[in-house]
């Protein structure tokens, strides 16, 4: 294969890879109920509060996984990373469908999560290093759009498939992927900065000196919005539209849908006016007035039907499709050695806030109520991502060969 075909193979397996990570991810929040009940949970007051057990337990796999998986990009290469993620997460999610009890699923859930962690940021840090300063958007952007549409397969095949199945037909996919991997070219920065003495992976690196601890937070909350609208509107979306009155249960795995498919329209879109602006930050800031504005027109539109609120679900889901921007610039803010670490961690960390904010959210529900609770975490949220992105350096332009001292 030519030199100048190389980058672009790497695109193409990355953005398969982030297809499988996303199809297994997305799963479990459809599979939540139905598989909770396959193994004899029956109270809706139970099937909630151990579905957000079960969510809290892969978030805390993928953010203890973020660090784990960065360090080692960092250390042992790109592309070597994502041959452990995928094996780990593939095997965690093949597993999935035979467990028989609430604790192995917390636990097959941690180590899914865990793996999962691992996909995104080394295929952005690999993609981001190939590519052109140029057409590094371009490139990034691709793999979180082509990538996404594995939650949209993963709504389809939910409403198609018993859970059983569905859980081996994402680590089938996985060990297919793990096949294609094979062959992909490693990263010419690494390459070079594994013969320099620059310490490299270590994850502490991103707390000290204080600078870059401020440069990993901004970047951090900056996508903090995201996972709220994720891990709250998404995730427990049959319950929104229960306190909305609605005579119609909402699927789950027709919210996926949605909500991923304004992801996929979402994500090209920031991507493109990226590129338009030659601004990552200023992207970023009009996406979250974007989703700040659409949720709440959510939270008084949706109540009115079914339709409404997928449909809003729908816009709702195009505001969060920033998240391919905030990667790339997770990437460009840090030095080789860390940069890995940087892009890995940083999507993982904003999950795991998922954690905080959900449990937030279900400690104000009883006293505010569910809509008011969700409309005051909801602005909190956007207001402080909006201040951290302005506190962000623009890294449009920038040129990747670099390392931190």
């Not at 057990?53 to 592309?79: E, K, V």
């Not at 690494?190 to 310490?199: D, I, K, L, Y």
């Not at 909500?259 to 979402?266: D, K, L, P, R, S």
């Not at 809509?371 to 962000?392: N, S, Y």
């Amino acid at each position: 294969m030519s030199p100048d075909r190389r980058p672009w193979l790497a695109v193409m397996v990355a953005a398969l890879g982030y297809f499988v990570d996303m199809f297994d991810l997305v799963m479990f929040s459809i599979l939540r109920i139905p598989s909770l009940r396959g193994i004899g949970v029956t109270d809706p007051e139970e099937l909630a509060r151990l579905g957000k057990h079960l969510l809290d337990m892969q978030l805390i796999g993928m953010l203890l996984g973020g660090f784990a998986f960065g360090a080692a990009g960092d250390r042992f290469g790109r592309t070597r990373t994502l041959y452990a993620s995928i094996a780990l997460y593939s095997t965690a999610n093949l597993l999935n469908a035979f467990v028989t009890n609430v604790e192995a699923y917390a636990v097959l859930r941690a180590l899914a999560g865990f793996g999962l962690a691992g996909e995104l940021g080394a295929g952005i840090t690999l993609v981001g290093e190939l590519l052109p300063t140029r057409l590094r958007g371009v490139g990034t952007t691709l793999v979180a759009s082509v990538g996404l549409l594995g939650a949209v397969v993963a709504g389809a095949t939910a409403e198609l498939l018993g859970w059983k199945t569905c859980y081996v037909l994402g680590g089938v996919l996985g060990f297919v992927l793990l096949a294609m991997r094979l062959g992909v070219a490693e990263s010419g920065l690494f390459e070079q900065m594994a013969q320099s003495t620059a310490p490299r992976g270590n994850p502490l690196g991103l707390l000290w000196p204080s600078e870059r601890l401020v440069r990993f937070g901004c970047i951090v909350l900056s996508a903090m919005p995201i996972w709220f609208a994720t891990g709250v509107l998404f995730v427990f979306a049959p319950e929104l539209g229960r306190a909305m009155g609605l005579s119609e249960a909402i699927q789950p795995g027709r919210v996926i849908g949605f909500a991923y498919g304004g992801v996929v329209v979402g994500n090209f879109s920031s991507g493109w006016l990226s590129q338009v602006l030659r601004s990552r930050k200023r992207a970023i800031g009009a996406f979250l007035v974007a989703l700040a504005v659409s949720m709440l027109v959510f939270l008084e539109v949706a109540p009115l039907g079914p339709m409404p609120f997928y449909a809003m679900i729908f816009v709702v889901g195009a505001a969060t499709g920033y998240w391919s921007v905030f990667v790339t610039t997770a990437s460009e803010l840090f030095g080789t050695n860390l940069r890995a670490t940087a892009a890995t961690s940083a999507p993982n960390v904003v999950r795991g806030l998922a954690v905080p904010i959900t449990s937030l959210w279900f400690a104000l529900k009883p006293t505010l109520g569910v809509l008011p609770a969700t409309r005051m975490l909801a602005l909190g949220c956007c207001a402080i991502g909006l201040v951290c992105t302005l506190m962000l350096r623009e890294t449009f332009h920038r040129d990747l060969d670099f390392t931190e001292s």
